[in-house]
């Protein structure tokens, strides 16, 4: 939002849903963001007569104000189907999707069927548009993710490089940021971590956790027997990715940030039962965002039944030492930053958003 009003030759009046941030960009949202924020099959079956409602309330409202272009993001069952409605009432609204769907993991035929009511799609993955294109998806291109421009809060100072260094160790664990995850996954990484400190020596357990599920981790890690330092805040997080030698993680768009901090990985997850038919449906080599960025096994994960504690201690243990496990993932790393970064050195709200102003005059393609 930013980066489009320094770009944009009038001024911009913003209008949609959003959150607190993008409201103290001036955004007037439709209604609360929370409304639709929604995952897993049992809770969006719990909501649907609420999400169905705000579907068509968000492309009624596009429609009344006819806007000089329409930008979704993200959360494409929602928003996909607000622009398949703005669509067919008013073609003539330029639409660009913020964030592709994971069309190259599933339900490829997203692809195709997104050309119908999309003009173009910004990618925050390197690989995306050669996925699209090969799928017969819309004009797709890759406008860099968002954490390439928070790489020096990402990157440690001289205290922290060496905080790196000594002894004991920092050990990050994140057991993720939703309820089901750390349900799923607290026990079996407070498990991992005794074993890696029996095998290593001490270490020093760092968890960042949101603010809203902090009472349930404090509650869930009182049960391990080496006890963590629970930090919150963004800041907090930040500053223990700096200083931390090695991480556990559930899967998830953190392991990119950690990649890109330069800490040493493992990462796990676990899904309800119900959901083990998605390894059918799934069609990539691996669910770590770096691994797929790379093309290359480099973080070590482990899903549901591989994921346990003696598996993922004999994975990271080494990790806390030098060694070639460190070395392969710290240069793989370094290779991953240079794949990320933009060509041109510009950042990705301006490649974004000057993608978004070009589309506002650009010829649809058929």
């Given at each position: 939002?930013?980066?489009?009003?320094?770009?944009?030759?009038?001024?911009?009046?913003?209008?949609?849903?959003?959150?607190?941030?993008?409201?103290?960009?001036?955004?007037?949202?439709?209604?609360?963001?929370?409304?639709?924020?929604?995952?897993?099959?049992?809770?969006?079956?719990?909501?649907?007569?609420?999400?169905?409602?705000?579907?068509?309330?968000?492309?009624?409202?596009?429609?009344?104000?006819?806007?000089?272009?329409?930008?979704?993001?993200?959360?494409?069952?929602?928003?996909?189907?607000?622009?398949?409605?703005?669509?067919?009432?008013?073609?003539?609204?330029?639409?660009?999707?913020?964030?592709?769907?994971?069309?190259?993991?599933?339900?490829?035929?997203?692809?195709?069927?997104?050309?119908?009511?999309?003009?173009?799609?910004?990618?925050?993955?390197?690989?995306?548009?050669?996925?699209h294109r090969r799928l017969g998806g819309p004009l797709c291109s890759y406008v860099g993710h968002p954490?390439?421009?928070?790489?020096?809060?990402?990157?440690?100072?001289?205290?922290?490089?060496?905080?790196?260094?000594?002894?004991?160790?920092?050990?990050?664990?994140?057991?993720?940021?939703?309820?089901?995850?750390?349900?799923?996954?607290?026990?079996?990484?407070?498990?991992?971590?005794?074993?890696?400190?029996?095998?290593?020596?001490?270490?020093?357990?760092?968890?960042?956790?949101?603010?809203?599920?902090?009472?349930?981790?404090?509650?869930?890690?009182?049960?391990?027997?080496?006890?963590?330092?629970?930090?919150?805040?963004?800041?907090?997080?930040?500053?223990?990715?700096?200083?931390?030698?090695?991480?556990?993680?559930?899967?998830?768009?953190?392991?990119?940030?950690?990649?890109?901090?330069?800490?040493?990985?493992?990462?796990?997850?676990?899904?309800?039962?119900?959901?083990?038919?998605?390894?059918?449906?799934?069609?990539?080599?691996?669910?770590?965002?770096?691994?797929?960025?790379?093309?290359?096994?480099?973080?070590?994960?482990?899903?549901?039944?591989?994921?346990?504690?003696?598996?993922?201690?004999?994975?990271?243990?080494?990790?806390?030492?030098?060694?070639?496990?460190?070395?392969?993932?710290?240069?793989?790393?370094?290779?991953?930053?240079?794949?990320?970064?933009?060509?041109?050195?510009?950042?990705?709200?301006?490649?974004?958003?000057?993608?978004?102003?070009?589309?506002?005059?650009?010829?649809?393609?058929?």
């Amino acid at each position: 939002m930013r980066a489009l009003r320094a770009r944009s030759p009038r001024p911009i009046v913003f209008s949609g849903i959003g959150g607190d941030r993008m409201e103290a960009e001036g955004l007037r949202s439709l209604f609360p963001l929370a409304d639709i924020a929604v995952m897993g099959f049992v809770p969006v079956i719990r909501r649907l007569p609420t999400l169905l409602r705000r579907i068509r309330e968000a492309a009624a409202a596009v429609v009344a104000d006819s806007p000089d272009a329409l930008v979704i993001i993200d959360s494409p069952d929602f928003t996909h189907r607000v622009a398949k409605l703005v669509r067919r009432q008013r073609p003539d609204i330029p639409i660009v999707d913020y964030v592709s769907p994971s069309v190259w993991a599933w339900r490829s035929g997203r692809a195709k069927a997104m050309r119908a009511s999309m003009d173009h799609v910004l990618a925050l993955l390197p690989f995306e548009p050669e996925a699209h294109r090969r799928l017969g998806g819309p004009l797709c291109s890759y406008v860099g993710h968002p954490l390439i421009e928070r790489l020096d809060e990402l990157r440690p100072n001289a205290a922290e490089a060496e905080r790196r260094r000594a002894s004991p160790p920092v050990l990050l664990v994140l057991p993720g940021s939703r309820r089901s995850e750390i349900r799923r996954l607290t026990q079996d990484f407070g498990d991992a971590v005794a074993l890696v400190a029996a095998r290593v020596g001490p270490v020093e357990l760092v968890l960042p956790a949101v603010d809203h599920l902090a009472d349930e981790i404090r509650a869930r890690t009182a049960r391990w027997t080496l006890k963590p330092r629970i930090v919150l805040g963004e800041a907090a997080k930040l500053a223990a990715f700096r200083s931390a030698r090695a991480a556990l993680a559930a899967s998830g768009t953190v392991t990119v940030e950690l990649a890109l901090a330069a800490v040493p990985t493992v990462v796990a997850y676990k899904v309800a039962p119900f959901e083990t038919w998605l390894k059918y449906v799934i069609k990539v080599p691996s669910i770590v965002l770096p691994n797929l960025i790379l093309d290359a096994l480099v973080v070590p994960e482990f899903i549901q039944h591989d994921c346990t504690p003696a598996r993922l201690a004999d994975a990271l243990a080494p990790l806390l030492l030098d060694g070639e496990a460190r070395t392969r993932q710290l240069d793989a790393f370094a290779r991953l930053e240079g794949l990320m970064r933009l060509a041109d050195g510009e950042t990705p709200s301006d490649r974004a958003a000057a993608i978004v102003l070009d589309t506002l005059t650009r010829p649809r393609q058929p």
